[in-house]
């Protein structure tokens, strides 16, 4: 009797684990806003990276500083960096990106602004245990920064000078290499 009530209570206690393991198991926690985040924050750290190198050279030839430039535009983008922007990510197949064509304020005392966006909302970041996120927009700021935003904040967005990241390269890698874009990247440092 007492090894029959053992038996009994032990095959509940291995049922009951087996049917609570979904709950308790950690599943991954890509794609998603994961994926739009890890994007969004990519360009916009290129985007002030090249802004900080296009200001170090203006001001090497203009004896300014870089603090005292303040507007990149990403017409200026070397062709190395346009190969590098997010155009898509394989983790969200549908989602598409808008980054912010025209002069961009990159500077330490400007606040930031949105300069690249993500048009799909993802529920999936921050992850919680219980119950749902809610959906966002992952956009990178100007900054360098990412972050997510509500889809009302992103409604009110005026993206009239965004333009699909895309369609902005397959623009930019149709025109050729010019002599001085190749001659600029390889000169060597001072």
Not at 50 to 60: C, H, N, P, V, Y
Not at 87 to 106: C, M, Q, S
Request: with cysteine.
């Amino acid at each position: 009797m007492k090894r029959t009530i053992i038996i009994i209570v032990s095959i509940g206690l291995f049922a009951a684990l087996v049917l609570l393991m979904p709950a308790i198991q950690s599943s991954t926690n890509c794609g998603g806003n994961s994926a739009a985040l890890c994007d969004c924050s990519g360009y916009a750290k290129m985007v002030f990276v090249a802004a900080l190198e296009s200001s170090a050279r203006k001001a090497a030839t203009a004896h300014s500083t870089t603090s005292d430039i303040a507007l990149f535009n990403i017409d200026s983008f070397p062709t190395d960096y346009i190969q590098m922007i997010p155009v898509g990510n394989h983790w969200i197949p549908r989602a598409r990106y808008f980054l912010k064509a025209g002069d961009i304020e990159i500077n330490n005392t400007a606040p930031r602004s949105i300069i690249f966006v993500c048009d799909t909302p993802f529920g999936n970041v921050p992850r919680k245990w219980f119950g749902k996120t809610n959906p966002a927009h992952a956009v990178g700021y100007s900054s360098g920064e990412a972050g997510l935003i509500s889809p009302q904040e992103y409604a009110a967005l005026n993206l009239s000078s965004f333009v699909e990241a895309g369609e902005f390269v397959r623009q930019k890698k149709a025109q050729p290499i010019s002599p001085g874009d190749v001659a600029n990247r390889a000169a060597p440092e001072k």
